[in-house]
């Protein structure tokens, strides 16, 4: 009795209570997403008002037995629940049924499963495991594979259901590995790697590479490389560049100015490279490989972007980048949402008096867009609200996660409000045109028992662990 008292005292109320109102307002918006006129009551089970109902039920009963599981318990096997997620992402791939073009569901009779949802607190937990043990060395050429292994096994299977937002979630765990030491230098690589998507997708790879080069040229120059040697390297790299030209134009070859630059560049680094290691500067060095593998990386991008990516998520991200407009096919979804919530404005139109809402003007609004039915219902109050309460509850997270004398609590608790902010940024980004729709649920709001069931778990995990914040877990 006096065990069970503690837990009570002890537990975060304050996470508990945010929760709570947000699955609350989560169950109502949802009600007025899908609000059918012939199935007035909330309750209604055969509407999808009903079913979340069921699901926020069985989502408060699995929270109970969580917080009544031994926090060691979470600990010890979390490897093993990793590897049971693992077997069920590969289970899918060939027994699950296809929703929407993504093999990722188990299909139980009238109830659907989704694995991917759940490998995100069993991926977290196996992070929090290996990263909290004993002399750890995150910068170790050893741990840094291991910790690839952890996050890109589960990513990659999602990947191989055609399920590409639930993949994108894994990329956010970089930010748990750079509380935990990860060099600033890697973020801004990972940085430097998304503007050179964007642009590629922009502008053509050969204007891409001389901006690379450009910057490379900067670089050199901050470090303190010679001027005349930068000068020099510039120009024979004109000059070589200009040499395979002609050649490519007088032997009707069909290399393209890009694969030009690439071969230049290689051709020149190779005698700039004995000038860096007789003038020992090794910074230079490193630039040179970054501009190296900048150029290679570039080409990948064209590659995945025009031989790998589904042609609908082609369209998406041009839509979404403004190369093309399509706002009856690639843009619809997003031109409507823009519409619903602009039309919104500060105050809302009411509770059930969407018009966007009621004619079902937005596909997907009770799961990856309910958020335009916030904004249209509710206006910006209402958004703002719903904003403050999600980012209220990462706040909180981040504050306990920083008050934890476990390791693995703290990593846990961080790697549990990056997923959350994750979700809800490129939620809402996709709901006013500033994302590409990738499919990801907005946290504790979008219709169905596996996202609901797995952000609980996810939470309620931690709320546990906090719970025996005075215990050392490794």
């Not at 750890?136 to 741990?143: L, N, Q, R, V, Y």
């Not at 003007?361 to 109050?381: A, H, R």
């Not at 504050?399 to 390791?407: T, Y």
């Not at 596996?450 to 939470?459: N, P, R």
Request: charged share 10%; glycine share 8%.
């Amino acid at each position: 009795m006096n065990r069970r008292g503690s837990l009570i005292k002890n537990l975060d109320w304050i996470t508990i209570m945010l929760y709570v109102i947000l699955v609350f307002l989560g169950w109502i918006n949802i009600y007025a997403a899908v609000y059918n006129e012939d199935h007035q009551s909330i309750l209604d089970a055969t509407q999808r008002y009903g079913k979340q109902l069921i699901w926020i039920g069985a989502a408060f009963f699995i929270a109970i037995i969580i917080l009544t599981i031994d926090s060691k318990f979470y600990s010890a096997f979390a490897y093993p629940t990793l590897i049971i997620m693992i077997c069920l992402l590969l289970a899918v791939l060939m027994f699950g049924v296809e929703v929407n073009g993504a093999r990722s569901w188990f299909q139980l009779g009238s109830i659907r499963f989704q694995p991917a949802e759940f490998a995100k607190f069993a991926t977290c937990l196996a992070i929090a495991r290996y990263l909290s043990q004993y002399n750890f060395k995150i910068h170790k050429i050893k741990s840094l594979f291991i910790t690839g292994l952890i996050l890109f096994t589960p990513a990659v299977l999602i990947l191989m259901q055609n399920d590409t937002g639930s993949a994108l979630v894994y990329s956010v765990f970089i930010l748990v590995l750079y509380r935990e030491g990860l060099s600033g230098f890697i973020l801004l690589l990972v940085l430097l790697a998304a503007l050179l998507f964007v642009f590629t997708l922009i502008y053509s790879s050969f204007t891409v590479s001389i901006l690379i080069i450009a910057m490379a040229a900067v670089s050199f120059k901050i470090i303190n490389v010679p001027i005349k040697q930068i000068a020099i390297a510039l120009a024979t790299l004109t000059g070589s560049f200009g040499t395979l030209w002609l050649i490519n134009k007088g032997a009707n070859l069909e290399f393209s100015n890009f694969s030009l630059v690439v071969i230049s560049t290689i051709l020149n680094a190779v005698p700039f490279l004995i000038y860096i290691y007789r003038q020992k500067i090794t910074k230079a060095a490193l630039i040179l490989l970054i501009l190296i593998g900048s150029l290679f990386y570039t080409f990948s991008v064209s590659y995945i972007f025009n031989q790998i990516l589904e042609p609908h998520q082609q369209e998406r991200i041009n839509e979404l980048l403004g190369i093309q407009s399509d706002p009856y096919g690639a843009g619809y979804n997003v031109n409507q949402s823009k519409i619903a919530i602009g039309s919104g404005g500060f105050s809302g139109k009411g509770f059930l008096n969407g018009t966007q809402t009621k004619f079902n003007f937005v596909p997907e609004q009770s799961t990856d867009f309910i958020f335009c039915t916030v904004g249209e219902e509710w206006g910006f109050l209402g958004s703002g609200l719903v904003l403050l309460l999600h980012l209220g509850l990462i706040l909180r997270l981040l504050f306990l996660a920083e008050k934890q004398r476990s390791s693995f609590s703290r990593i846990y608790g961080y790697g549990v409000a990056s997923i959350l902010f994750f979700h809800l940024a490129i939620n809402v980004g996709m709901t006013i045109g500033l994302a590409p729709v990738i499919g990801i649920p907005l946290p504790f709001f979008s219709y169905g028992g596996s996202s609901l069931w797995s952000f609980t778990i996810l939470l309620f995990i931690f709320i546990r662990l906090d719970a025996n914040r005075l215990e050392l877990l490794r």
